[in-house]
């Protein structure tokens, strides 16, 4: 759990989530302040820049809508269950503009290759994992869908390779906790780290969950004290929505504890207990009154420092908005949150309402499917913190646990250059978490331009290099980025070339090679508007390094090992 202290993120307290302050919020993004960034050590424990300006943006110039914004990455996305509303799609002039043809989106894979530069070599790892079916992996990984993910079978492709049972497998970016979750189920020690607070609560969850019974026994114990207190918490919601965004306050997340909750582990968590906040207006529109108060109940009531309850956040997280009968509210997509000004719209326009859904019931069914399979055995690590110290945090955490401290693989997916927010897509779920969406945003390195991302990706990559074997292999998904807020994106194009000349190779690490995958198009989010829609980003490219020669052997040789397929597993898996 350890954070510096300098990047500590704020919980949303007071009026901090109303109306007003994502009004603010969004002119701030509009006057795009620039901040000229310093050198510091990545050991001086300060937020290190070099050459970097440090923008915040509006996310969505330069785009027809944020649904045209986002559908412009490349990796997984989580897949809606229902297609987007005639109303959230694109303009017919965006989704013309985005079909324009782009030379990657007419080459085929042998033009492809000819994007590398010549001097790089390619390794040849057949791309297997695109032709797995669509939730091949542990059923606990579409727990809560998250912006470019990548899917657990590309995580098992070099997991397989490159790894034997009880090997340390590490993501410094691990977002959902895809590769920490898919080590764990087989059988390695998954950890991973992200600077996002929501990605460590779908980290840890996932990597160090609670029995089956633990988390139905609690399911139960939160139904009957909702009983119990139901009337004082209905009462509560009917007063927020006669007068949406007011000044009423709710209880914080995590300051009531319900009985069973293991109180005491509060005090040393990661996220103190903050003082009673009002409910944003976008919030209070989300939700059917009866659903707002049992959110309220249950968001006051879960503990994300105890096992149990921050698997149940977590579960809570990944069915609060979507477009089936399994989410809490209708208004938007599974994927990412529409903008709260596009809540406000989107409900004086249509008049809509959210229907009546019973937060209980539906956590039941989500957990019945998360539960198909069983926990992984194996328990992993979940740190929360600057990927530029994860190094050093990782093996801190591995020597505790008593563990070997250093991985033989990485297999992890950087932030895109200026391409997803993760605070700002996230706004509902964090208010949900307790935290502030912009405060995230402006913590993350998901901003940078090419130089500055440079040199991120050299700290990151130098940080690291204390928690890798001699023979590690690192396996760095790194998307190409063609448009920039609607310009070409400077350096985008060849960023996986980029990051090896200028911040891997300059730390020591050797190439084994660039693997490309085409862009997995049948599960592209675009894919909901047709084939023409959202070219901007077409190719993945897998950086492939290792610490040393014998590494680089190990990667080059084991690129072309068979493996199996088969899930769940059959038999024990070995190299
Ligand atoms: C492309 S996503 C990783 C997704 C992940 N592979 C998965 O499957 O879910 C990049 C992640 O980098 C995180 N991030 C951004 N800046 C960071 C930093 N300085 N340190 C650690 N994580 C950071 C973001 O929060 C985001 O979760």
């Given at each position: 759990?350890?954070?510096?202290?300098?990047?500590?993120?704020?919980?949303?307290?007071?009026?901090?989530?109303?109306?007003?302050?994502?009004?603010?919020?969004?002119?701030?993004?509009?006057?795009?302040?620039?901040?000229?960034?310093?050198?510091?050590?990545?050991?001086?424990?300060?937020?290190?820049?070099?050459?970097?300006?440090?923008?915040?943006?509006?996310?969505?110039?330069?785009?027809?809508?944020?649904?045209?914004?986002?559908?412009?990455?490349?990796?997984?996305?989580?897949?809606?269950e229902m297609?987007?509303?005639?109303?959230?799609?694109?303009?017919?002039?965006?989704?013309?503009?985005?079909?324009?043809?782009?030379?990657?989106s007419t080459a085929t894979n042998s033009q492809l290759a000819l994007h590398l530069p010549s001097e790089l070599p390619s390794l040849e790892i057949e791309p297997e994992w695109k032709d797995q079916q669509r939730l091949w992996g542990h059923s606990f990984h579409p727990m809560c869908s998250y912006l470019a993910s990548f899917p657990a079978s590309l995580a098992h492709a070099f997991?397989?390779?490159?790894?034997?049972?009880?090997?340390?497998?590490?993501?410094?970016?691990?977002?959902?906790?895809?590769?920490?979750?898919?080590?764990?189920?087989?059988?390695?020690?998954?950890?991973?780290?992200?600077?996002?607070?929501?990605?460590?609560?779908?980290?840890?969850?996932?990597?160090?969950?609670?029995?089956?019974?633990?988390?139905?026994?609690?399911?139960?114990t939160l139904r009957l004290a909702w009983v119990a207190s139901s009337g004082e918490w209905n009462a509560l919601a009917d007063r927020i929505v006669a007068d949406p965004g007011s000044d009423v306050l709710v209880p914080a997340p995590g300051s009531r504890p319900i009985s069973g909750t293991p109180t005491d582990r509060s005090a040393s968590g990661s996220i103190p207990v903050r003082p009673d906040t009002s409910v944003p207006a976008e919030v209070t529109l989300a939700f059917h009154p009866r659903t707002l108060a049992q959110l309220l109940y249950l968001r006051a009531g879960l503990d994300p420092d105890d096992r149990t309850d921050r698997f149940l956040l977590a579960t809570l997280t990944g069915i609060l908005h979507g477009k089936s009968a399994s989410y809490l509210s209708a208004v938007m997509p599974n994927t990412f949150s529409m903008a709260p000004r596009y809540v406000r719209d989107f409900?004086?326009?249509?008049g809509f309402h959210s229907p009546e859904r019973d937060a209980f019931d539906l956590l039941e069914d989500k957990l019945r499917r998360l539960y198909r399979q069983p926990p992984p055995t194996t328990r992993g690590i979940a740190l929360l913190g600057d990927a530029r110290d994860a190094g050093v945090r990782f093996r801190e955490a591995l020597h505790d646990r008593g563990l070997p401290e250093r991985a033989r693989l990485v297999v992890s997916s950087p932030p895109y250059l200026r391409v997803v927010k993760y605070g700002y897509y996230n706004w509902l779920r964090l208010w949900l978490l307790g935290y502030d969406a912009s405060a995230i945003d402006d913590l993350l390195d998901d901003a940078h331009h090419h130089d500055a991302y440079i040199v991120f990706m050299r700290e990151v990559l130098s940080g690291l290099r204390s928690a890798l074997a001699d023979d590690a292999v690192i396996a760095l998904v790194i998307g190409d980025v063609e448009m920039d807020r609607g310009r070409p994106a400077a350096g985008g194009v060849g960023l996986a070339e980029s990051v090896w000349e200028m911040a891997a190779a300059p730390e020591g690490y050797r190439l084994a090679g660039i693997a490309l995958d085409d862009v997995a198009a049948g599960r592209k989010m675009t894919k909901l508007w047709g084939d023409e829609a959202g070219q901007a980003t077409k190719l993945d490219r897998i950086l492939i390094l290792a610490t040393s020669e014998a590494g680089r052997r190990r990667a080059i040789n084991g690129a072309s090992l068979p493996i199996d397929w088969d899930w769940p597993p059959r038999r024990p898996r070995a190299l």
């Open positions: 759990m350890a954070l510096n202290a300098a990047r500590r993120v704020t919980r949303a307290d007071g009026r901090g989530q109303s109306a007003r302050s994502f009004a603010r919020h969004t002119d701030r993004f509009a006057r795009r302040q620039i901040q000229p960034g310093v050198l510091r050590s990545p050991r001086d424990g300060r937020r290190p820049v070099l050459d970097s300006v440090f923008s915040r943006h509006r996310p969505t110039e330069g785009c027809a809508s944020e649904v045209d914004f986002v559908a412009s990455l490349s990796l997984e996305f989580d897949r809606l297609p987007i509303a005639p109303e959230e799609r694109p303009s017919r002039a965006a989704r013309a503009r985005a079909s324009a043809p782009s030379a990657l997991i397989a390779r490159y790894t034997r049972p009880g090997d340390v497998v590490l993501d410094p970016f691990s977002g959902r906790g895809t590769t920490p979750l898919q080590a764990c189920a087989e059988g390695r020690v998954g950890a991973g780290n992200d600077l996002n607070p929501f990605a460590h609560i779908l980290t840890g969850a996932k990597v160090d969950p609670p029995t089956k019974a633990d988390v139905k026994i609690r399911l139960a409900v004086a326009r249509t």
